[in-house]
């Protein structure tokens, strides 16, 4: 089919020959293009503002009044720069930030995601920037976000907490315990009255389970309760045709 054209890439310093005097310039008076990537409908409130010895590219906010930062950077995205949006963030107390890249390396995209799944209040924004033409039109920028917060990376970073802590809280269960110089090593098992002992010999090991629940009747219905789980175990496990629904059923199918 003719008269289709092609989107010509440029190369963004012969757009803009300086990121700080002449990319942050413009940006700052075209905040809508960027706004219209990210979603946030942003003003610009000061361009290099300062905090301590650094200069903050571009510093906006949003129609409620929230704080949000933007650092730019040309070429390939980097530690330095990273750790700036974080100072930046801080510093100016921001409620979003954003980092523009010319081009995103993998392990910032997958920083930029994590500190979305952390606890942290603030969102990020990570975005690349390249300018493109058509058929000979005036250059023009193109915003692609690569990450942005969203509900499904703030549960999954939920999750990832929660998983965490049931590691820790198993892992507790042992922390302290310690070698000695007899075959034997007592721990609590986590419920009260109830604890393990592990035995190791030249030639066998074993663990035992003391049963001591504060008075003689109680500690026998735990040990019976206790035996009545085994012995069902056993049998259900034994007995293929069992339709039965219990967690030893489940664990072995």
Not at 214 to 237: I, V, W, Y
Request: glycine share 8%; hydrophobic share 40%.
């Amino acid at each position: 089919m003719d008269g289709i054209g092609r989107i010509e890439t440029l190369d963004i310093r012969d757009v803009w020959h300086h990121e700080a005097h002449d990319f942050t310039r413009w940006l700052y008076d075209n905040l809508d293009v960027l706004g219209e990537a990210i979603g946030i409908e942003l003003s610009g409130t000061r361009r290099e503002a300062p905090t301590g010895t650094f200069n903050l590219d571009v510093l906006a906010e949003d129609p409620s009044g929230k704080i949000v930062v933007i650092e730019n950077q040309f070429g390939n995205s980097d530690h330095d720069h990273l750790g700036k949006v974080l100072t930046y963030l801080a510093s100016f107390d921001a409620a979003a930030a954003v980092w523009i890249v010319e081009h995103a390396r993998a392990e910032h995209i997958a920083a930029v995601s994590w500190l979305n799944e952390s606890a942290a209040s603030a969102e990020f924004f990570l975005v690349q920037i390249e300018v493109i033409r058509f058929a000979g039109s005036p250059p023009a920028p193109r915003f692609t976000v690569i990450v942005q917060p969203s509900e499904e990376m703030r549960q999954v970073g939920l999750e990832k907490r929660e998983l965490a802590g049931r590691r820790a809280e198993r892992h507790a269960l042992h922390a302290g315990v310690s070698p000695n110089t007899t075959p034997y090593l007592v721990t609590g098992s986590g419920i009260s009255g109830l604890s393990f002992a592990y035995c190791a010999f030249e030639d066998h090991m074993r663990v035992e389970l003391y049963i001591a629940r504060g008075d003689d009747d109680r500690s026998e219905q735990t040990f019976h309760a206790l035996e009545f789980r085994k012995t069902r175990s056993t049998r259900c496990l034994a007995d293929r045709s069992c339709g039965c629904s219990c967690p030893e059923r489940r664990a072995a199918a």
